[in-house]
T-cell receptor, first 111, second 115 residues
Framework: GEDVEQSLFLSVREGDSSVINCTYT??????LYWYKQEPGAGLQLLTY?????DMKQDQRLTVLLNKKDKHLSLRIADTQTGDSAIYFC???????????FGAGTRLFVKA | SAVISQKPSRDICQRGTSLTIQCQVD?????MFWYRQQPGQSLTLIAT?????????ESGFVIDKFPISRPNLTFSTLTVSNMSPEDSSIYLC????????????FGSGTRLTVV
């Protein structure tokens, strides 16, 4: 069945780059997403990438998609303490309106 | 994007009781979704709620345990019935926003603890 996997924890120093990785299983996914969840809040859509793209950049965020390996990554440049949160990778499965989420990567940013 | 007001934000409940969670959206939406988020685990879709029809439940979730109402295009409730400690989790409602990429907007969640 569909599955999305990501590592649970990442710790970086303030100012460094963070790279959060994700693998997914549905090769026919149309869109892949990154969500951010801050403590006590719901998930916030950060960015997305269409499956026919291999890279998307949005200010400090860079999304890389390797469709052959079904690997998605989120790079945060110049990571700040405010970036500390849980980051969820998600894929939209074929047919839309059903999204499979990973377990989330908790990013710790050390000052 | 839509703004969702979800309440209560948290509750501690006795086993065997029921809790109803409410979600109010500031715009009309066709589909609303209810998710469960357990610590260290991915979000799990409980059901999809369309206005004017029965909710569609995912495998492992049943209407008797998680009855859902969707009386209009801006409001939905999820009830967690006959609760047990295993139901302790965060429950989130969400809606699809935008055209094209079906990114979701989420409510802030309800943290439920069953004792």
């Amino acid at each position: 069945g569909e599955d999305v996997e990501q590592s649970l924890f990442l710790s970086v120093r303030e100012g460094d780059s963070s790279v959060i990785n994700c693998t997914y299983t549905d090769s026919s996914s149309t869109y892949l997403y990154w969500y951010k969840q801050e403590p006590g809040a719901g998930l916030q859509l950060l960015t997305y990438i269409f499956s026919n793209m291999d890279m998307k950049q949005d200010q400090r965020l860079t999304v890389l998609l390797n469709k052959k390996d079904k690997h998605l990554s989120l790079r945060i440049a110049d990571t700040q303490t405010g970036d500390s949160a849980i980051y969820f990778c998600a894929e939209e499965v074929t047919g839309g309106f059903k999204t499979i989420f990973g377990a989330g990567t908790r990013l710790f940013v050390k000052a | 994007s839509a703004v969702i007001s979800q309440k209560p934000s948290r509750d501690i409940c006795q086993r065997g009781t029921s809790l109803t969670i409410q979600c109010q959206v500031d715009s009309q939406v066709t589909m609303m979704f209810w998710y469960r988020q357990q610590p260290g685990q991915s979000l799990t879709l409980i059901a999809t709620a369309n206005q004017g029809s029965e909710a569609t439940y995912e495998s492992g979730f049943v209407i008797d345990k998680f009855p859902i109402s969707r009386p209009n295009l801006t409001f939905s409730t999820l009830t967690v019935s006959n609760m047990s400690p295993e139901d302790s989790s965060i429950y989130l409602c969400s809606v699809v926003t935008g055209v094209g990429p079906y990114g979701y907007t989420f409510g802030s969640g309800t943290r439920l603890t069953v004792v």
